[in-house]
């Protein structure tokens, strides 16, 4: 079994739809959660990290349910510029970050 | 400030060389990880390096290596390239340890491609 596993995707969905998806982890020693953007033939770049407590950073939404060992991400009101892959990332306690296959999304004019 | 700076941005090798991959972190950050992304797959760990110490190890093999400098760089080498080791590299700082809530911050990468 993966370490993280996402639906690939893709999410083709009109602008101003919202679009969410999710992402499950195995290792439940885990204990930092990220979602990190991606552009075809870029870098990874933080998007969010994700609190127990979920959190809100302007249209972006994160949830973390621990004893599901899933992590969510919500996309309100979606610009074309929101087109990427997004990727669910874990850290467990052996210093290494373990990335998911990523979740395509395409918002569409 | 600058960013994680990568070099070369793209290299090409045919197989069974050798190549060398650099990385500065962000001023001020301690811990350089490496990654290997090949297309269509996220990100997977290589190395982590933290004080010039590796901290952690991906499963790779021993023809996957690394070190720290006293500055805080990283360098990456793989020796006897096979074409699978196609792939982006990326490097990664964060301030410390791959500790909570240290979110690690990206360089462009490598783009290495074997013959």
């Known amino acids: 079994r993966k370490e993280v596993e996402q639906d690939p995707g893709p999410f083709n969905v009109p602008e101003g739809a919202t679009v969410a998806f999710n992402c499950t982890y195995s290792n439940s020693a885990s204990q930092s959660f990220f979602w990190y953007r991606q552009d075809c033939r870029k870098e990874p770049k933080l998007l969010m990290s994700v609190y127990s407590s979920g959190n809100e950073d302007g249209r972006f939404t994160a949830q973390l349910n621990r004893a599901s060992q899933y992590i969510s991400l919500l996309i309100r009101d979606s610009k074309l510029s929101d087109s990427a892959t997004y990727l669910c990332v874990v850290n467990g306690d052996d210093y290494k970050l373990s990335f998911g296959a990523g979740t395509t999304v395409t918002v569409r004019a | ?115």
């Open chain 2, 1 to 115: 400030d600058a960013g994680v700076t990568q070099s070369p941005t793209h290299l090409i090798k045919t197989r069974g060389q050798h190549v060398t991959l650099r990385c500065s972190p962000i001023s001020g950050h301690k811990s350089v990880s490496w990654y290997q992304q090949v297309l269509g797959q996220g990100p997977q760990f290589i190395f982590q390096y933290y004080e010039k110490e590796e901290r952690g190890r991906g499963n790779f093999p021993d023809r996957f290596s690394a070190r720290q400098f006293p500055n805080y760089s990283s360098e990456l080498n793989v020796n006897a390239l096979l074409l699978g080791d196609s792939a982006l590299y990326l490097c990664a700082s964060s301030l410390e340890g791959q500790g909570l809530y240290q979110p690690q911050h990206f360089g462009d990468g490598t783009r290495l491609s074997i013959l």
